[in-house]
């Protein structure tokens, strides 16, 4: 009896020390949530080439006039302006980089002001310039380039590597940060999924060697335009929401990013709502979906769903009046998944006197129109840039032009 006893003893006790040492522990069951049905449209403006006529369509505040500066550059993204007025462009399906200058002050930048002077950079996008270098952002790959006076530029070379596969968000967004770090800003590979690659859906904060990152902010399912407010150094970022969860649900929205925080994608959207149309059973952790979403960061600023915000500057110069000095300008691309199309414009984020955002509004638009029953379009707004007159630059990459916005109003 004795032998039984001690027997059954030292099985129990075999089976205590293996769950010590790391037998996985079942599951969690995540809690239920109720059905929620959605109603979702694809609604694909019909897209057109840009032609002189049409310049007409589009609307700028009073007192501003609209330019066209250049034609015929193919796809059209990402902007960087230098201080002599060259003009760096990246086209991200072409994965190359363009060096434009308008040589003889017309106001045109013709053909023979144009030169690629980078090419293969697996679809180039962001740029940033430090200590005359030019970073270049694609898709797994940050290249750096020696630059000359002339605009050109050496031979790519790798900066870092190793970066979360694209999948449908491929556009990087990088600024050089005032503590002297490299952020770069990877959006999520799918629509609303957690993946388990811990870059995904993030903004990397990498040293100034490029041999080390850590993850900045985490929960933002593509962060392509962001940037640090002139005034107050707090940095923003504008976040596309999550796809076919209906016409006006999640809002684009506008962050403040901070070291370590969660922005809540895909659980969460706005300000801490939770989004009804993702599974739950994704969230770590036996909790609810509105439990998840109130230890995340909620927005500033929301604007109508799927205008899809894809690049955003800070207006520092004088010649647009003094309301816009150290505001926003955001370029929102525009929808193509609602019954009423958002986006196609360029968008005015006002700042108050005490430097919050209080809101955004359209700057140039009529890019999009309806035509009987059937909507067009013929611009896909993309770069935002401030220009060395304290103009205002931006890009179409659909039909490839670079248009320039002035104030002509008198002061």
């Known amino acids: 009896m004795r032998r039984l006893f001690l027997t059954a003893l030292t099985a129990a006790l075999t089976v205590s020390a293996a769950g010590a040492q790391g037998v996985p522990a079942p599951r969690p069951i995540p809690p239920g949530e109720p059905p929620a049905t959605v109603t979702a449209t694809r609604n ?3 897209p057109l080439e840009f032609t002189a006529d049409k310049l007409s369509r589009l609307k700028v505040p009073a007192g501003f006039e609209l330019k066209v500066m250049a034609t015929g550059l193919g796809n059209a993204r990402s902007l960087l302006v230098m201080s002599d007025g060259g003009i760096y462009l990246t086209r991200m399906k072409q994965s190359d980089l363009w060096y434009l200058k308008d040589v003889n002050g017309d106001g045109q930048i013709e053909a023979l002001e144009r030169k690629r002077v980078a090419q293969n950079l697996g ?17 797994k790959n940050i290249w750096v380039m020696d630059m000359a006076k002339d605009g050109t530029m ?4 790798v900066f870092a590597t190793g970066f979360p596969d694209a999948g449908q968000h491929g556009a990087r967004g990088m600024h050089w940060g005032p503590d ?21 859906a993030t903004l990397l904060r990498i040293s100034p060697d490029g041999k080390s990152r850590e993850v900045y902010s985490r929960g933002l399912r ?93 207006y520092t110069a004088s010649q647009f009046p003094a309301e816009y000095k150290n505001s926003a300008f955001v370029a929102f691309r525009g929808s193509w998944n609602r019954s009423e199309p958002s986006g196609y414009y360029i968008g005015h984020v006002a700042f108050d006197a005490n430097n919050q955002p209080t809101g955004v509004t359209p700057f140039v638009s009529g890019f999009v129109y309806q035509d009987g029953d059937v909507w067009k379009q013929f611009g896909r707004v993309a770069g935002v840039a401030q220009y060395t007159d304290g103009s205002l630059l931006f890009t179409d990459d659909q039909s490839g032009v670079l248009y320039r916005v002035l104030y002509t109003g008198g002061q």
């Not at 050496?154 to 070379?157: A, K, M, N, T």
């Not at 504008?238 to 925080?261: A, C, F, T, Y």
């Not at 809540?264 to 009804?276: I, L």
């Open 44 to 46: 694909e403006p019909t």
């Open 123 to 139: 679809t180039a996008h962001a740029m940033a310039v430090k200590d005359g270098k030019m970073y270049v952002a694609g898709e």
């Open 180 to 200: 002297g770090y490299l952020y770069a800003a990877f959006g999520s590979p799918n629509n609303d999924a957690p993946t388990p690659n811990p870059e995904d």
């Open 154 to 157: 050496s031979v790519p070379r």
């Open 222 to 314: 593509h962060t392509i335009g962001f940037g640090w407010h002139p005034v107050t150094g707090v940095l923003y970022g504008w976040d596309q929401g999550s796809d076919w969860h209906g016409d006006n649900i999640p809002p684009e929205e506008m962050n403040v990013l901070e070291r370590g925080k969660n922005y809540g994608w895909p659980f969460c959207y706005g300000d801490k709502q939770p989004d009804p149309y993702v599974n739950v059973s994704g969230i770590p952790g036996q909790i609810t979906k509105a439990e998840y979403c109130a230890g995340t960061v909620g927005s500033v600023l929301n604007n109508t769903a799927h205008a899809a915000a894809i690049d955003m500057t800070f």
